[in-house]
Structure formats: structure tokens, C-alpha cells
């Protein structure tokens, strides 16, 4: 048998088996969608006219510790692309190894930090020699799936966004081959926003530009750089990512509308990013950081054309709307709405203290000086990857504690297990009373999670960690001549608020400081350091101490238990109003965080998650629980802001 000629870009239009072809994409991440609703949420993207699924691949879920790799149940990621051929979509594969998708690292593992001298996207042999073991794992997966080879893979994704970070001219050549020699044979392309398309492309590999307005000229920056090629919108944003304590991002549906039509009555073929934004559970969110340090929400609606919880909004009937004027067949009826409940709020019965939980603790270390998180020794050799570590350490003085700026990302601070503060980016100094005698010291230190996008991914270890400083050379985008030597000494100093507009040229130097803790100015020394992941089996630990009925007043930071009766599991909102901060899970499972700062005010419970019969909600709280945990129908994001009205640069 001939082979089937793929996806060609040999022309100003895309063809497919040689016949005229335009991509009609929407994201949809199965990693962020429970793998009991893919079909749903995959239907629900062919019936609003759309024939291409395109994805994410995210390496630190795939390879969570060196050499263990995880491609089962809702990371099944064959079945979700032959769930796609079975329902008559094509499909784009974005497997990085760098994603972004406000997701921790940009999906890049944890572990990679632990190598001193590691710099991320670039050809450093670190790097590549994992990237390289990766691959020999992903890709076998991948080629049968080709269309090449009778599958519904049409193109691959070369990185993401490099124009945008652009630190070693080499790195994306050394991606295009890697794929090209495990037998990627598909349409490779790249994606960028205006100004990455200078530095993200890469030979013989098909450039596309992101991009929400037209008013900036990208589209035709994109057609003068690549004459004679077709055109891309590779993610058309259809909404926006939230942050905690700021407002949430919505995009105006007519809007988005009106630009749509434009770009398709131009030809320009098109993704919607997102087009079902779905969940970041557990720990998985990402950060933001341009001189100010912003975690993301658990929540990642994205105010796309399906909700969190896949209910069809009004963007989405009048995308479809517009859609079947440009389907040569008639679209397909939406599935109906699945059902959601809202049950009853369940009684909070009983508590146990952070504390008593500390005997479940798998990995305990006693050092002279602080570790990070990656460098403890969890997870075999690999550190820790996400959640909370407590640091404890003796004191026999009061006076003034300041961390240096050296704890990442939040610190409830202690004496003698009490809480007397909080320190974090903005407040790094706390006045210890006077003491007598021999007291304890704490610090509980939440990782909120890592930067996924800028220049300071190399700087993400968590923890109590060293306060990197680099020394680099740039020039300003807008006026070349001028060679600026920067010193940066970590990626929260307000410098970086002005990346955006200098092209980086070499890192010459990068080094760290020691990461000291101190009181009075003198190095606090001999820790004994708690691993606290929080992951199922410790959650299920748990189980076996004495927990305190809630009749007794709690001693915070505590883990709550309430029993949640269903008959018929249906998808849910786990809501906690008079509650503060922390975690929450259900039989077992990471939700996500919640924080009163908002703005999402309810966490995503699927339905497939819940049995018949009891199910267990356990709740992590640092500061203030209440007597109940309700459940809602419908999710609740307080205070919006419409990003169609505010330049992206106020939104970062």
C-alpha cells in the first residue's frame, strides 16, 4: 500500500490527501478532564463544527520520578487519540517538552532541578539526555497514531512559544530532530506569540502566531514572514487564566465572534485555545511571575466555549452558529447537558491536627541547613514534587526572623507549634517575642506552585531554597544598538517586569547564595524537615490515627472529615465559604486549592469520582474551618474582568 500524503503547507492553503484542508482545532487537555467524560467533551467539540482535537502532552505527569512512566487511566494518552479517530476528528499533538498551559514548570519535571548547574530549554546535557529518554517512551505511542500510518495525528508541535524565551539558538533544531528520529514523519510546526515568531522558528518547520485581537498586524506579520504558506492561528485565546486575590478573566463572546469571522473569511485557519479550559487538579497549577509572584487557580475555565464542568455557554452556540456556514455538512445535534447536583452540605465531624499527622510523614531529615524541596530525599531520589514542607528547628531567643526572601512560596511561621505570622514575597521579616528558655521554631512552606512562563523557570526550586542571581547581556527589542548588562538576583526583582521587551543573549554566569533563615541576623542551622505531598496513600494513612470530634476547639493547621451519602453520583461543587485556605480531597483524591482571596469559590467535583454509598471529603485547612462543606450546582467566581477591555500587560 502507497502511504496517505498528509498535512502539506507547500502552498497558501493547507492540504490534506491533496484536497484543499482548513483546521478548525479546540484544546482540549485530557489530563484536565476526568477520562469517564473525554467522549462527552470531545462530541460536544465535533457538534459545535470543529474537526480537529489538538492536545498538550505534559512530561511531569508522563515521567513523574526519572525512568517511571505513567501512561494509564486519565493518562491514557493513545486512547485518547484513537477516542478522537473513532469520532471523526484529526488531531494536533503538542508534546513539548515545554507546554506552558499554566501548568506547574510548564510541565517540565521537578526532578530536573535538582541538577545545580540545570538549564531548562536549552541543549545543556542535562536537558537533552532526559528529554532524549523521554522521547524513547513518548514516541513509540505516538508514531502508530499518525496519519501516515492510518491514524488521526495530521501535525506535531515543535516546543511552545521559544520565541518567547529564545536562550540557545540550537535548542529547537535539537527538538525537530529528536522527533524526526523517532519517526515523527507528520507536518511539523511551531507557535508564537508576535513577537516570539523573530526567535521561535526553526528550518523547515511551519510557523503559527497566538493571538486574541487583531488589532496588532500579527496575522500579516505571520504572511509577510512565511510568503506562500498557509496561515495558523495556533491558540486563538478565547478566554483567559486566573490568578488567586485578582479578579476572574472573561473574554466578551461577541467579541471573540467578530474575530473569528474575520480570520476565517481570510482563509486563516484556526485553534481555540481553550476550547474546554477543564481543571488543574491536585497541585498541578502553574504561576506567573513579571516582577510579581502570581499563582494560578485550580480552576482553569478559561471563560472557553464549554465550561469547567463541559455546559455549553453562549460563546459556544454562537461559534456554532457561525461555524456551519463554513461546514460543507450539516453539524451534528450537541449532546445534552450533563447533569449536575447539588447535595446536601455535609457535617464536618472530626479533625486531626497537622501535627498528630506528622507520624504518617513518609520522609523525615534532620541537616544543618535548610534543604529545597527537590533536593530532599523523597520519592527515592527524586524530591519532592509539590505540596508542603514543614521546617523545625530550636530557638532560644526572640527577636527578628527574616527569611531573606529565601522562602518559596509561603511560610506560616510558628513557636512552639502556635502560628505567629506569615511570611512570603512581600513580607520577609516577623518579630519573634522574647523567649525563655529552649522554644521551637516552624515553618510550614507551601509550594504554590511553579512558574510555567518567562525567564524565570531555571529559578523555580521550592522550599527554603538558595537565592539564585544571574549576570546577562540584552538588547532592547525596539532599539538593538543598546547592550544592557543585567543582575538579576532572583526572578521576583522588579527588572524582570521588563523582559517582555529585551531579547536575552547569554546567561554568562549563574551561581546561588546560601539559603539561610535568620534570627537577629545570625543563620539558623540543625532542621529537621517534613515532606507533606499529601498524596493518596498519606490522606489514607490518616485514617489510621485518632481523629477529635469537632466538639473540641481545633488547634490549626488541621485536616477536617465529613461523610458525603450519594445515591447517584453526579457531577458537583465542593464550595467553603467560611473557610480559609487549603486543600481539599475527596476519597483520596487532590481536588485543588481553596483560598477565600478568590476569585473561584468552588472546586470541581466529577461525578465519576464519588461511589454510591459514603464518600470521604477530607479538607486541609491552615487558619479557619467551619462546621459544614456545602455542594453546589453550579460553580461561583466572584468579582470578573473583561480582558477584550485591558491590555495583556496589566493582566500579567
Request: hydrophobic share 35%.
Amino acid at each position: 500500500m502507497s502511504e496517505r500524503e498528509g498535512l502539506s503547507a507547500n502552498a497558501t492553503h493547507f492540504t490534506l490527501e491533496g484536497v484543499p484542508f482548513r483546521i478548525l482545532g479546540g484544546s482540549i487537555h485530557y489530563f484536565r478532564v476526568p477520562r469517564a467524560h473525554w467522549r462527552d467533551r470531545l462530541l460536544k467539540l465535533k457538534a459545535c463544527g470543529l474537526n480537529t482535537l489538538t492536545t498538550y502532552v505534559p512530561w511531569n505527569l508522563h515521567e513523574p520520578e526519572r525512568g517511571v512512566y505513567v501512561f494509564h487511566e486519565e493518562l491514557d494518552l493513545e486512547a485518547y487519540v484513537r477516542l478522537a479517530d473513532e469520532l471523526g476528528l484529526w488531531v494536533i499533538l503538542r508534546p513539548g517538552p515545554y507546554i506552558c498551559a499554566e501548568w506547574d514548570l510548564g510541565g517540565l519535571p521537578s526532578w530536573l532541578l535538582q541538577d545545580k548547574q540545570m538549564k531548562l530549554r536549552t541543549t545543556y546535557s542535562g536537558f537533552t539526555t532526559a528529554i532524549n529518554s523521554y522521547f524513547d517512551k513518548l514516541m513509540p505511542k505516538i508514531v502508530p497514531l499518525q496519519f501516515k500510518r492510518g491514524g488521526p495525528v495530521i501535525a506535531l508541535q515543535v516546543e511552545n512559544e521559544y520565541g518567547s524565551y529564545a536562550k540557545d539558538d540550537q535548542y529547537m533544531s535539537f527538538i525537530k530532530e529528536a522527533l524526526l528520529s523517532q519517526g515523527i514523519s507528520e507536518l511539523l510546526l511551531t507557535s508564537d506569540n508576535r513577537e516570539g515568531l523573530k526567535c521561535g522558528g526553526v528550518d523547515g518547520v511551519l510557523q503559527a502566531v497566538n493571538l486574541q485581537k487583531l488589532s496588532y498586524g500579527d496575522v500579516q506579520h505571520l504572511a509577510e514572514l512565511q510568503p506562500q504558506k498557509p496561515l495558523l492561528v495556533m491558540e486563538y485565546w478565547s478566554g483567559w487564566f486566573d490568578v488567586w486575590g485578582e479578579p476572574h478573566h472573561v473574554f466578551d463572546a461577541q467579541e471573540m465572534i467578530s474575530t473569528v469571522r474575520e480570520l476565517l473569511d481570510r482563509g486563516v485557519s484556526i485553534n481555540f485555545y481553550m476550547f474546554h479550559g477543564g481543571t488543574s487538579f491536585g497541585f498541578m497549577n502553574g504561576a506567573i511571575d513579571f516582577g510579581t509572584y502570581k499563582p494560578q487557580t485550580s480552576s482553569y475555565d478559561y471563560d472557553a466555549p464549554l465550561t469547567e464542568s463541559g455546559d455549553y455557554t453562549v460563546k459556544y452556540h454562537l461559534l456554532r452558529n457561525l461555524l456551519s456556514t463554513y461546514n460543507n455538512e450539516p453539524l451534528l445535534d450537541p449532546p445534552s447537558v450533563q447533569s449536575r447536583r447539588a447535595y446536601e452540605p455535609v457535617v464536618v465531624t472530626h479533625y486531626i491536627s497537622l501535627w498528630q499527622s506528622l507520624q504518617c510523614v513518609e520522609t523525615r531529615i534532620r541537616a544543618d541547613d535548610p534543604l529545597n524541596m527537590e533536593n530532599l530525599p523523597a520519592n527515592g531520589i527524586n524530591g519532592q514534587f509539590y505540596g508542603y514542607t514543614l521546617y523545625e528547628t530550636d530557638i532560644y531567643t526572640g527577636g527578628e526572623l527574616n527569611s531573606r526572601n529565601h522562602v518559596r512560596d509561603r511560610a506560616l511561621v510558628f513557636i512552639d507549634r502556635e502560628l505567629i505570622g506569615v511570611l512570603d514575597y512581600r513580607t520577609q521579616k516577623i518579630r519573634i517575642p522574647h523567649i525563655k528558655g529552649e522554644m521551637t521554631l516552624g515553618l510550614l512552606v507551601e509550594n504554590c506552585g511553579r512558574v510555567n512562563y518567562g525567564p524565570g523557570l531555571d529559578n523555580q526550586r521550592k522550599g527554603i531554597v538558595k537565592s539564585p542571581f544571574s549576570i546577562f547581556l540584552t538588547y532592547c527589542r525596539y532599539c538593538s544598538c543598546e547592550l544592557l548588562l543585567l543582575l538579576v538576583f532572583s526572578p521576583s526583582d522588579t527588572v524582570l517586569m521588563y523582559w517582555q521587551n529585551f531579547i536575552f543573549i547569554d546567561f554568562s554566569f549563574h551561581a546561588g547564595l546560601v539559603g539561610d533563615i535568620t534570627l537577629n541576623d545570625v543563620p539558623l542551622k540543625k532542621f529537621t524537615m517534613y515532606c507533606l505531598e499529601m498524596k493518596p496513600s498519606y490522606i489514607n494513612r490518616l485514617e489510621s490515627l485518632k481523629w477529635v470530634s469537632v466538639g473540641k476547639k481545633p488547634s490549626y493547621p488541621a485536616f477536617f472529615r465529613g461523610r458525603l451519602v450519594v445515591d447517584e453520583p453526579t457531577d458537583t461543587f465542593v464550595k467553603l465559604p467560611n473557610w480559609s485556605k487549603g486543600v481539599v480531597f475527596v476519597n483520596g483524591r487532590n481536588l485543588g486549592r481553596h483560598w477565600s482571596v478568590g476569585p473561584q469559590k468552588g472546586l470541581y467535583l466529577p461525578g465519576p469520582w464519588l461511589r454510591s454509598g459514603d464518600n470521604q471529603i477530607v479538607v486541609f485547612e491552615e487558619f479557619k474551618a467551619d462546621e459544614t462543606i456545602h455542594l453546589s450546582e453550579n460553580p461561583e467566581y466572584g468579582k470578573i474582568i473583561d480582558v477584550s477591555r485591558h491590555p495583556f500587560c496589566t493582566l500579567m
